[in-house]
């Protein structure tokens, strides 16, 4: 099972790009990486996956090394309403169960 | 709109009862599941299945019940026998068990006092 670690939190102010990263050492051939954001009293919401390299969306950018032992969740120009909790996922898992750990609590301060 | 729905989204019963949470999605997904969240917590699953008929315990299923009779419902029972039962309840589905893009509900904010 991989298991992965996140900073706890993480403040960054309005306009800034974003960068938060997830060690994952044990991760296996067929894990991929997701990560997820949540606002208070809501669900997560997913936002990205990637396997290998670098992916980009409307949202974000996944930045993962050869070695895919860690990645990098990059969040350009972000703005107070980003403001949530971060979830990085590694998995599958062999028994098909989605962990989330405690996540990243990223603070936007103006 | 296709999408998942917890109802209510907030709850209050007494010690000593059961209660039932509501989940019912409408986007086809073959597997759905069940979280608990508590104040500052990350997300802790307590239930889920990957077809009908069918479920499997999470890492915190005491004192929980689900069912799975049709493929677009998984209602969550607390039972009187879990310890701390507040806490915020969240549903979720995926198209598989194996997929990793899982769709979330808003969430029941269960209090029992």
């Known amino acids: 099972l991989a298991k992965t670690t996140q900073p706890i939190s993480m403040d960054s102010y309005e306009g800034q790009e974003v960068n938060i990263t997830c060690s994952h050492n044990?991760?296996?051939?067929?894990?991929?990486i997701t990560w997820y954001q949540q606002f208070p009293s809501q669900g997560p919401r997913f936002i990205i996956q990637?396997?290998?390299t670098k992916v980009t969306n409307e949202v974000a950018s996944l930045f993962i090394p050869a070695d895919r032992k860690s990645s990098t969740l990059s969040l350009p120009r972000v703005s107070l309403s980003d403001t949530a909790v971060y979830y990085c996922?590694?998995?599958?898992?062999?028994?098909?169960?989605?962990?989330f750990g405690k996540g990243t609590r990223l603070h936007i301060l103006p | 709109d296709g999408g998942i729905t917890q109802s209510p989204k907030y709850l209050f019963r007494k010690e000593g009862q059961n209660v039932t949470l509501s989940c019912e999605q409408n986007?086809?997904?073959?597997?759905m599941y069940w979280y608990r969240q508590d104040p500052g917590q990350g997300l802790r699953l307590i239930y889920y299945?990957?077809?009908?008929?069918?479920?499997q315990k999470g890492d915190i299923a005491e004192g929980y019940s689900v069912s799975r009779e049709k493929k677009e419902s998984f209602p969550l029972t607390v039972t009187s026998a879990q310890k701390n039962p507040t806490a915020f309840y969240l549903c979720?589905?995926?198209?598989?068990?194996?997929?990793?893009?899982?769709?979330f509900g808003p969430g029941t904010r269960l209090t029992v006092t």
């Open positions: 996922l590694v998995g599958p898992n062999r028994d098909d169960k989605i962990i």
């Open positions: 299945s990957q077809i009908v008929n069918d479920f």
């Open positions: 979720a589905s995926s198209i598989s068990g194996t997929s990793y893009e899982q769709y």
């Open positions: 044990n991760i296996a051939t067929n894990d991929y």
């Open positions: 990637g396997y290998k």
């Open positions: 986007l086809n997904h073959d597997a």
